[in-house]
């Protein structure tokens, strides 16, 4: 397993448990917990960058075509919830002046990073593993 | 739009929300989707068969219904212009094969106005469509191959059709059709008239013109076969699962990705269209009547019953879906299933409140692939699943829309 497989498996253990709690939370204290959490987003959403990075080198290396296009469909994902995620965070000050409409974002933005986690431990890190692995 | 006389039986039936010839299910859709779904399955061809899984449920749906038309030659080419599908003449072909020939091609020229010159052939479905003419017409199996294709740089498109060619599944025809629940309370709490609106789709010339194109809302139009995509979808993820689990993800990944194209394009392009213009945009006092304005086209299109359960402004829509044909096709073919099936209908509903909502719609942006790529890489992008789904024995299909 590579390092930035490791990190990035590291990432998604750590914020588990923190999106779950951060699922409960209203008001200001949904505020200051999402502050809290966004060094950790932001950096979990690097690493699937820095991830993919590698699989498209590795796909590059072995001239494996048919990889880099399954990657890219990944990638592609990545690119759109990368997005939304970070403009989230950008908007945090406004939003936080809506707590109805904080809380449901905030909901939204949960459910899209765990179907991202899930994605990447089931789809994304197996493609890596097994085109680094192979190099 | 230039139509031309329409002589096919095409019936609607609006209590299942469909439109119905010769036992097969028909629905619009436009030239971004058709390529768009047919390059997904083609960037897969190191994988998966590409070619069967495009060309072979054209053979099937397509023989369907001629068996049930009775159709002769001249009635198959005028089904071929008149769907969309372009300018087919049969004439070359007789019991031991032959030549079929297109003059024009909606998804040669779809996929030169869209990718640009191809490095191989691209009309798939008309090879099917030409395949399944031959089968009918002879009473024998034939396979088709296409030889020649404008998207390639050729003349003229040409498909070889030579005897033999394998054993055929039967299409699901109409599928298993819905019992429609009562609609939402919040699908009629807006000032659109949607029975009108439908009654005007239904008017509207959307047949093939002379060269067998329909060009209405900018984009060129299809009356395709539901089960053909019902087919082509399901069967790609199916041979895509056998390949992985990493492989079937990035294929449904894919066809929700279809779903948001063919949203932004054919949504987009209806919302900006004269029709629009002149019939429906007058009657929506809000931005919000825009989302039900569209709602009533899409259930002019034979995707089945659609309504809006709530829409919540600039935040989160939920959109049920009574007999998707979707939803149809999969459990007539494949029965029950674990997880939802509607794929084209999940990035619809999320295509539908990025444009209103991200895309600002109403001003008239230009649809390009660029405004594309801005609309969903942005702040505030809607994200869309599907929560029920027929397929996994729900009554009906439930999507959610909601703002990240």
Same mark, same amino acid.
């Given at each position: ?7 990035? /498996? ?5 914020? !588990? ?7 409960? /939370? ?9 502050? !809290? ?19 498209? !080198?590795?796909?590059?290396?072995? =001239?494996?075509?048919?990889?880099? =296009? ?26 936080? /002046?809506?707590? !109805? ?12 990073? =765990? ?21 | ?9 095409? %019936? ?15 629905? $619009? ?16 061809? #190191? ?20 068996? @049930? ?11 071929? @212009? ?13 019991? %031991? ?31 099917? $469509? ?5 089968? *009918?017409? $002879? ?43 009562? @609609? ?30 329909? *060009? ?7 009356? *395709?076969?539901? +089960?053909?995509? #019902? ?67 899409? +259930? ?27 939803? #149809? ?8 299933? %674990? ?14 409140? +990025? ?50």
């Amino acid at each position: 397993m590579s390092e930035i497989a490791d990190t990035l /498996k590291q990432h998604h253990a750590a914020l !588990r448990g923190a999106l779950e709690t951060l699922k409960s /939370k209203k008001g200001d204290e949904l505020v200051s917990e999402l502050k !809290r959490l966004q060094p950790a987003i932001s950096a979990l959403l690097v690493s699937e960058e820095v991830l993919f990075a590698e699989i498209l !080198r590795a796909c590059a290396e072995r =001239n494996d075509q048919g990889s880099a =296009n399954i990657a890219r469909i990944f990638e592609g994902n990545l690119k759109v919830m990368a997005a939304g995620i970070r403009g989230f965070f950008d908007q945090l000050a406004v939003l936080a /002046k809506d707590p !109805r409409q904080l809380e449901q974002r905030a909901r939204t933005m949960i459910d899209v990073l =765990n179907s991202q986690m899930e994605t990447e431990g089931r789809a994304v890190i197996p493609l890596h593993t097994k085109l680094t692995k192979a190099a | 739009m230039k139509g031309i006389s329409v002589a096919l039986p095409i %019936k609607l039936d609006m209590s299942h929300g469909l439109a119905e010839l010769g036992g097969e299910p028909h629905v $619009f859709h436009c030239h971004h989707y058709n390529c768009f779904l047919q390059k997904v399955v083609e960037d897969q061809s #190191n994988i998966v068969d590409s070619r069967a899984l495009l060309t072979r449920p054209a053979v099937e749906v397509v023989m369907s219904e001629l068996q @049930r038309l009775g159709s002769d030659r001249a009635g198959v080419e005028e089904i071929f @212009r008149t769907l969309g599908f372009g300018k087919l003449d049969l004439s070359g072909i007789t019991a %031991k094969g032959g030549t079929a020939r297109l003059s024009s091609s909606h998804y040669a020229m779809g996929w030169l106005s869209k990718f640009g010159k191809s490095t191989s052939t691209v009309c798939h479905f008309a090879a099917g $469509f030409a395949e399944a003419a031959a089968r *009918h017409l $002879f009473r024998t199996p034939f396979a088709a191959t296409e030889t020649k294709c404008t998207a390639r740089g050729d003349a003229h498109c040409e498909i070889s059709i030579v005897p033999g060619g394998v054993e055929l599944g039967a299409s699901p025809g109409m599928g298993a059709l819905a019992t429609f629940g009562p @609609r939402p309370a919040f699908a009629t709490q807006t000032s659109i008239d949607e029975g009108a609106i439908i009654q005007a789709c239904a008017g509207l010339p959307l047949s093939g013109d002379a060269e067998g194109l329909v *060009h209405a809302f900018g984009v060129s139009l299809t009356r *395709h076969y539901a +089960n053909y995509y #019902n087919l082509l979808s399901f069967r790609f993820v199916r041979a895509m699962e056998k390949v992985g689990e990493v492989e079937a993800m990035a294929a449904q990944m894919q066809l929700v990705e279809a779903g948001r194209v063919c949203a932004f394009n054919t949504f987009g392009g209806i919302m900006e269209s004269a029709e629009w213009e002149g019939l429906i945009k007058p009657q929506c006092k809000t931005r919000e009547d825009w989302a039900f304005g569209m709602v009533a086209v899409v +259930n002019a299109l034979g995707w089945g019953r659609w309504s809006i359960a709530e829409l919540k402004p600039g935040s989160r829509l939920e959109l049920v879906v009574d007999g998707s044909y979707e939803s #149809n096709g999969y459990v007539s073919a494949f029965g029950h299933s %674990k997880h939802p099936r509607c794929y084209l209908a999940t990035g619809g509903a999320a295509g539908l409140m +990025n444009l209103i909502y991200n895309a600002d719609i109403t001003q008239r942006p230009d649809l390009t692939p660029e405004f594309y790529e801005k609309t969903f890489q942005s702040a505030g992008v809607f994200v869309s699943r599907e929560v029920e789904c027929r397929a996994q024995g729900a009554s009906a299909c439930r999507f959610v829309a909601e703002r990240l």
